[in-house]
């Protein structure tokens, strides 16, 4: 067990991160601290960091010493971004931070500091081509990638914080200050012709992109707080924006998702993004809450565990890490997802759906039991409810709670389940029916291991007729557990399928095997 520590010191804010490594090679967060630091507003006319920087600094690095030490860090790694790499003194006030807490903190450059970021989205989010924007105090870091793979990047020396100051667009913003805000940006950004008419989705990382993702949120009742993967359009952004900039800002403090640390700094971040909008022509934005944290974690989470620092099927990824931390049981939840695919495959003429199905069906099957480490009794429940609130990467908001819901009705179909939940917001009737099918498939699978033994070695779904479905099972003995357990849901299947399921043993043995639960 190792515990890393990841500080990042912003142009705004600094965070610290600690990230727990478990022997199994699963991992997850276990602290979280930001504070407010701005010290793009803390340089002098001379490019100097003030003293109060210094001090403002100083002692958030001793509070983040301190928790690295309660938390018994095994290591820390620590960067600075624009305001530090921009600033004249700012390795003066590097290694006073080192002499006072002995934590090494290294000024990254734009490149490294946009690589990190690339990182962080990519393992995250799945998209094969989009340009991804980094919007911090000081700075903005632009990542071109195509086929997931990086083709340019950039820093910039423009950030929320330093144009707020710039332009003082403290209150309302009009027309002409935008206009000089943007004939600045658009300067910058025109010098890259790698950025002009992509017309690929903006993928925006930082507190001005997850500002923006909760005031839509709210404006359109979103059932959910995540914050990661959340898409909005470009049309609906621009309304946004044109909104707030008419806005005082005492008004912009009591708009519902606007922070009030963010009201004074959201009308020069939004004005990047939009420049942007026009830049790239892009019609969507994405809102991705992991990013250089992130992205230096996994780097080095990728040398010690010695794996592809860019994974290549995060959905696949992040589940196993997922059944890592919270099963007990892995070779089973592997054996009901394979009996569950292999029926989803062999019968889709019956159920109809989709291969994007298929890969929801296999997060349900892989994770449908982590809800015992909460308590046994409705464990399909909790699995339902980890799910849907799990770091699962490579799915949509709506997505996660198709699988979740899966999971949760493997134990059999309950409306109930979903009353006083937002998930009308999510799933029409349509959705629904389909949830039923591919729960029915992992009930029947679950059965098929009932006592955990895979006496049930290997399945061969088929279909007889358009009213009868065949199940033939392979097992050196009489499955008798499992066989009990089949055909308590054979009504299940007749209602969902209107077909009969029959079910037969290959085998010629008569003796029941022995089912010892694990």
Known sequence: MQRIAIIDVGSNSARLVITQIYKSGAYNMVYNQKEALRLSQKVDMHGMLTEEAFSSTLECMHSFAT???????????????????????????????????????????????????????????????????????????????????????????LGCVNLTTMFNTRDIMPSTVFSDVSYLIMSRLEKYPWLKDTSLPLIGIGGTARTI????????????????????????????????RETTLEQRRKISGLGSDRADLILAGASVIQCLLEVTGSKKIIVSGCGIREGLFLDYYAKKEKTPVIAGDILDESTRNILLLYSTDIKHSEHITALSLTMFDAWKPIHGLS????????????????????????????????????????????????????AGWHNGVSRNYLRNKAYKYFLSDEDLNKISKMALLLAL???????????????????????TALLHLKSTCLPSIELHQLKQHLPWFSKVFNMELQVEPLQNCTTSCTTVQK
């Not at 470009?234 to 707030?244: D, I, M, N, V, Y």
């Open 355 to 406: 291969n994007s199905w298929r890969r929801l069906l296999k997060t349900a099957a892989m994770l449908h039991d982590i809800g015992i480490t909460i308590n046994y009794y409705s464990h399909a429940r909790h699995s339902a409810y980890m799910i849907e609130n799990a770091r699962l990467f490579g799915l949509t908001h709506k997505e996660q709670v198709i699988a979740a819901v899966i």
């Open 445 to 467: 699978a679950e059965s098929m291991d009932y006592s955990q033994t895979m006496q049930i070695s290997e399945i061969i779904p088929e279909i007889k007729s358009k009213k």
């Open 213 to 244: 993702a909760k005031i839509e949120q709210k404006k359109s009742k979103y059932p959910a707080s995540k914050i990661h993967n959340f898409q909005f359009t470009s049309q609906a952004f621009r309304t946004t924006f044109k909104f707030l």
């Open 67 to 157: 928790m690295c030490k309660i938390f018994n860090v095994d290591k820390i790694i620590a960067v600075a971004t624009a305001a530090m790499r921009n600033a004249k003194n700012g390795k003066e006030l590097t290694a006073l931070v080192e002499k006072e807490t002995e934590i090494h903190l290294h000024i990254l450059g734009g490149k490294a500091e946009a690589y990190a970021s690339y990182l962080g989205v990519i393992n995250t989010i799945n998209v094969k081509d989009g340009i991804i924007f980094d919007l911090g105090g000081g700075s903005t870091e632009l990542v071109l990638f195509h086929d997931r793979k990086i083709v340019d990047s950039i820093s910039l020396p």
